[in-house]
């Protein structure tokens, strides 16, 4: 771990010791952050941290009394689940593009028709499963009705009604850095089903708001801010509190549309293979790394905002994806203090998206991929290996944060 400080807060960074390729403008907008007067100790960075719009991506801020909408980011809830599926590796083998393709029906993924409700190839296009509406219906529409009580000019802009919007999307993918991928563990010919999704629309929508409404507060407050993308909710503010309603739901929504597209990908496998295999409820992982929750740090009682890091106190299990044609980790937290109980998300971007599609060729993308069955396409090019950084070089520079407990190797990869 680094230590870098331009305020009485300074930035911990485990990159080890610069092992990890991190740019300039990354530290940068950690220091911002860390210059507020409301954070709590100091801001921490992941070994896969890179600049993101708000905030940094791959880092974990600890406020007091004021939380920042922006820093949770657009994508709230935004995390992985991963399970052994009962299947063994040579009974899948010839089936690999079938399963594909199988995962591919089952599960709306990616955005078409700019994203016309009815007709977007990313949602049910107004025809969800019977067990969509039922869980929307249970655990969500009374909840988004009370937020829309609180704060009238949540959903004031935008043609789509914000309940047939949320439960068009529920139990769906998305596209960017999302995917659903079929797994081998290495050392054992166990399959595994891992996926990375969120909020989706519904969460995007909500969450632009209350980044918009922060703006506008503290742009009335006249704040002193590095940047607009900083603006906060004071704790003691109904904007606050309103804010942090709204956060709840998405998470819950995130984490229950993960596990929607988890059965409904088993059932397209255990079809596809013609043998109904259910999976143990108990080796189920799933973690967010894009939320916020009130947790108690160095004594205090503090809003811990992950930004592409995951929760990992003593023992928890979380996820640690590499790219689409590296390995990726479930590891066992180490319970660190100093990062906040926290580690990375993934294997943290090196290129932008812009960058990536610039100066990556669909031969490199299909060389990179080799034994991946995966889109090959200049569509995912910013998708692909070279646009990340080494996993392995990752998790070595976080040994005192997590340790592996298994090492998962894709053979099928969905993308939106």
């Given at each position: 771990?680094?230590?870098?400080s331009t305020?009485?807060?300074?930035?911990?960074?485990?990159?080890?010791?610069?092992?990890v390729?991190?740019?300039?403008?990354?530290?940068a907008q950690?220091?911002?952050?860390?210059?507020?007067?409301?954070?709590h100790k100091?801001?921490a960075?992941?070994?896969?941290?890179?600049w993101?719009?708000?905030?940094?991506?791959?880092?974990?801020?600890?406020t007091?009394?004021?939380?920042?909408?922006?820093?949770?980011?657009?994508d709230?809830?935004?995390?992985?689940l991963?399970?052994?599926?009962g299947w063994?590796?040579?009974?899948?083998?010839?089936?690999?593009d079938?399963?594909r393709?199988?995962?591919?029906?089952?599960?709306?993924h990616g955005?078409?028709?700019?994203?016309?409700?009815?007709?977007?190839?990313?949602?049910w296009?107004?025809?969800?499963?019977?067990?969509v509406k039922?869980?929307?219906?249970?655990e969500f529409?009374?909840?988004?009705n009370?937020?829309?009580?609180?704060?009238?000019g949540?959903?004031?802009?935008?043609?789509?009604?914000?309940?047939?919007?949320?439960?068009?999307?529920?139990g769906t993918?998305?596209?960017g850095?999302?995917?659903?991928?079929v797994?081998l563990?290495?050392?054992?010919d166990t399959?595994?089903?891992?996926?990375?999704?969120?909020?989706?629309?519904?969460?995007?929508r909500?969450?632009?708001?209350?980044?918009?409404r922060?703006q506008?507060?503290?742009?009335?407050w006249h704040?002193?801010l590095p940047?607009?993308d900083?603006?906060?909710?004071?704790r003691?503010?109904?904007?606050?509190?309103d804010y942090?309603?709204?956060?709840d739901?998405?998470?819950r929504?995130a984490?229950?549309?993960?596990l929607?597209?988890m059965?409904?990908?088993?059932?397209a496998?255990?079809?596809?293979?013609g043998?109904?295999?259910a999976?143990?409820?108990?080796?189920l992982?799933?973690?967010h790394?894009?939320y916020?929750?009130?947790?108690?740090?160095?004594g205090?009682?503090v809003?811990?905002?992950?930004?592409?890091?995951v929760?990992?106190?003593e023992g928890?299990?979380?996820?640690?994806p590499?790219?689409m044609?590296?390995k990726?980790?479930?590891?066992r937290?180490l319970?660190?203090?100093?990062s906040f109980?926290?580690?990375?998300?993934?294997?943290g971007?090196?290129?932008?998206?812009?960058?990536?599609?610039r100066?990556?060729?669909?031969?490199?993308h299909?060389?990179d991929?080799?034994?991946?069955?995966?889109?090959?396409?200049?569509?995912?090019l910013?998708?692909?290996?070279?646009?990340y950084k080494?996993i392995d070089?990752?998790?070595a520079a976080?040994?005192?944060l997590?340790?592996?407990?298994t090492?998962?190797k894709q053979v099928?990869?969905?993308k939106?």
């Amino acid at each position: 771990m680094r230590v870098f400080s331009t305020s009485p807060r300074p930035v911990k960074v485990w990159d080890g010791n610069g092992a990890v390729p991190m740019d300039d403008a990354t530290l940068a907008q950690a220091l911002d952050i860390a210059g507020l007067p409301f954070i709590h100790k100091h801001v921490a960075l992941m070994p896969d941290a890179h600049w993101g719009l708000g905030a940094t991506v791959g880092s974990v801020i600890a406020t007091k009394n004021a939380v920042i909408p922006a820093a949770v980011g657009v994508d709230i809830g935004c995390g992985m689940l991963a399970i052994p599926t009962g299947w063994r590796a040579p009974e899948i083998v010839g089936w690999l593009d079938r399963l594909r393709a199988a995962i591919e029906v089952a599960v709306p993924h990616g955005r078409s028709d700019h994203g016309r409700i009815d007709t977007d190839e990313g949602g049910w296009k107004l025809r969800p499963l019977e067990e969509v509406k039922e869980v929307y219906d249970r655990e969500f529409r009374a909840g988004l009705n009370e937020l829309m009580e609180r704060d009238r000019g949540v959903f004031a802009q935008g043609r789509t009604r914000p309940h047939t919007h949320a439960w068009n999307m529920l139990g769906t993918l998305g596209g960017g850095n999302h995917f659903i991928e079929v797994c081998l563990e290495r050392g054992t010919d166990t399959v595994w089903l891992m996926l990375h999704s969120g909020s989706r629309g519904i969460g995007n929508r909500i969450a632009r708001y209350f980044i918009a409404r922060a703006q506008e507060k503290c742009a009335a407050w006249h704040s002193k801010l590095p940047n607009k993308d900083l603006s906060f909710f004071p704790r003691g503010e109904k904007a606050y509190d309103d804010y942090l309603f709204a956060l709840d739901w998405c998470q819950r929504y995130a984490w229950e549309n993960r596990l929607l597209m988890m059965r409904q990908a088993l059932r397209a496998i255990n079809a596809t293979l013609g043998e109904d295999r259910a999976p143990r409820a108990a080796d189920l992982i799933h973690c967010h790394h894009n939320y916020a929750a009130i947790e108690n740090h160095f004594g205090e009682n503090v809003i811990v905002t992950r930004k592409g890091a995951v929760r990992a106190r003593e023992g928890d299990l979380g996820i640690i994806p590499g790219s689409m044609g590296a390995k990726s980790f479930i590891v066992r937290g180490l319970g660190n203090p100093e990062s906040f109980h926290s580690c990375s998300h993934g294997a943290g971007r090196v290129m932008s998206r812009t960058a990536a599609r610039r100066t990556i060729t669909k031969e490199q993308h299909a060389a990179d991929t080799h034994g991946v069955h995966c889109r090959k396409d200049e569509t995912v090019l910013d998708e692909s290996p070279r646009a990340y950084k080494d996993i392995d070089a990752v998790m070595a520079a976080q040994v005192d944060l997590v340790e592996p407990a298994t090492v998962l190797k894709q053979v099928v990869c969905v993308k939106g």
